[in-house]
T-cell receptor, first 113, second 113 residues
Framework: GENVEQHPSTLSVQEGDSAVIKCTYS??????FPWYKQELGKGPQLIID?????GEKKDQRIAVTLNKTAKHFSLHITETQPEDSAVYFC????????????FGGGTRVLVKP | EAGVAQSPRYKIIEKRQSVAFWCNPI?????LYWYQQILGQGPKLLIQFQNNGVVDDSQLPKDRFSAERLKGVDSTLKIQPAKLEDSAVYLC???????????FGQGTRLTVV
């Protein structure tokens, strides 16, 4: 089955700096890669996603890149703010948007004011 | 629009006891998922329903876990008997269809002592 590795497990950045989280996946058939943000006591919330026919996608301060050949994808957060502090999960799926997601282990991001 | 509702929010039981969790998906969502999230890890899919039929239960420990989605709306997940390693947050998610975004509930935190 699919295996998703996520690094780093914790990330501390100064407010205004950039944060980068990297994930690798094992199944070359995976074609959908979402990123979720999970705040304390809440369920994961989708923040951005990318499909295998696209190399990069951007939404305001958040961007995701995908390298299908190397089987890795990354989340980039620019101009970080204290409210960006949370646990971020990458995931991969062979089917489609919500279908049978395999999650990475998560990255705890702390933005220091 | 109301989100995915789960109850209870917290549950503490002794090992070998039974427990049940309830999920009410977003109205009109045909696909429903149950995930297990052990502390410090990403969510792991336990079972996926399409309406009232099971699509995937390959990672459900069927000797102790069961789930149903009668009438294709609400769903219950049961554990009997519980083990210490079942301590986790149980997340329910729903999506309009299999290939659309999954929305997560807040989860039920289970502690087995």
């Amino acid at each position: 089955g699919e295996n998703v590795e996520q690094h780093p497990s914790t990330l501390s950045v100064q407010e205004g700096d950039s944060a980068v989280i990297k994930c690798t996946y094992s199944d070359s058939a995976s074609n959908y890669f979402p990123w979720y943000k999970q705040e304390l006591g809440k369920g994961p919330q989708l923040i951005i996603d990318i499909r295998s026919n696209v190399g990069e996608k951007k939404d305001q301060r958040i961007a995701v890149t995908l390298n299908k050949t190397a089987k890795h994808f990354s989340l980039h957060i620019t101009e970080t703010q204290p409210e960006d502090s949370a646990v971020y999960f990458c995931a991969a799926s062979k089917g489609a948007a919500g279908n049978k997601l395999t999650f990475g282990g998560g990255t705890r991001v702390l933005v220091k004011p | 629009e109301a989100g995915v509702a789960q109850s209870p929010r917290y549950k503490i039981i002794e090992k070998r006891q039974s427990v049940a969790f309830w999920c009410n998906p977003i109205s009109g969502h045909a696909t429903l998922y149950w995930y297990q999230q052990i502390l410090g890890q990403g969510p792991k899919l336990l079972i996926q329903f399409q309406n009232n039929g099971v699509v995937d239960d390959s990672q459900l420990p069927k000797d102790r876990f069961s789930a149903e989605r009668l009438k294709g709306v609400d769903s219950t997940l049961k554990i009997q008997p519980a083990k210490l390693e079942d301590s986790a947050v149980y997340l329910c998610a729903s999506s309009l269809a299999e290939n659309t975004e999954a929305f997560f509930g807040q989860g039920t935190r289970l502690t087995v002592v």
